[in-house]
């Protein structure tokens, strides 16, 4: 625009499909993840009576694949740890899992004074998931099928809000480079043969604030 060529325009609708698409798949992220978050809490974790915090986003993504979390110790209170052991819950899943890495039979239990034992439950207690992130869909197929939607729907819109930043910085840097072109087959002259001037600021602290032209 400030070269008088016309193309701005070109660029400049680009520029406004990208952001304003953007600001919209972001929303629908949102509306997305809230969806499922709350989906999440109020049925698969209703049952959890005590703290509900709100997990991370792999949280959620592994309450899609997993019917239930399974408990973190199937022992009664004050005797040795006992892991869950149902291979359909994500912590069953993940104690088998350890035991195939770290132990030479995973179905043999190694005296639990052993380094191949110690290490085993030291992962899974460092992955498993604690009484307040229980979750289970049994009896709520329904529920879990929208849940998975919700994250689908999710997903995409996140993919999609990244996909257009990346044509919004493809279309700045494709109109530098016409610019720059633009200003080297006119001699460096602008529109009405005013050379063009170039600001350049360095906002970081250790080197002050400067202005060049």
Known sequence: MLLGADRFIAYLA?????????????AEERRQRDRSRALALNVARKFVTTERPV????????MEKYIESGV????????????EVDVTSYNGALWLDVRTRYWTDPSVEPPHASA???AALNEYLDRAYQERFRWSWRNAQLEQDLFRQTIRLKNEASHDATMLLGVLAANHLLSTIDAFVTLRLRGGAGAGGAPPALSITVPWAPFGRRRGR
């Open 72 to 83: 973190l110790n199937r022992a009664p209170p004050g005797a040795e740890i006992a892991p």
């Open 55 to 62: 997990g991370d986003w792999p949280y959620y993504e592994n």
């Open 14 to 26: 680009v520029e406004a499909y990208a952001v304003l698409s953007a600001l919209d798949r972001s």
């Open 116 to 118: 191949e034992y110690r």
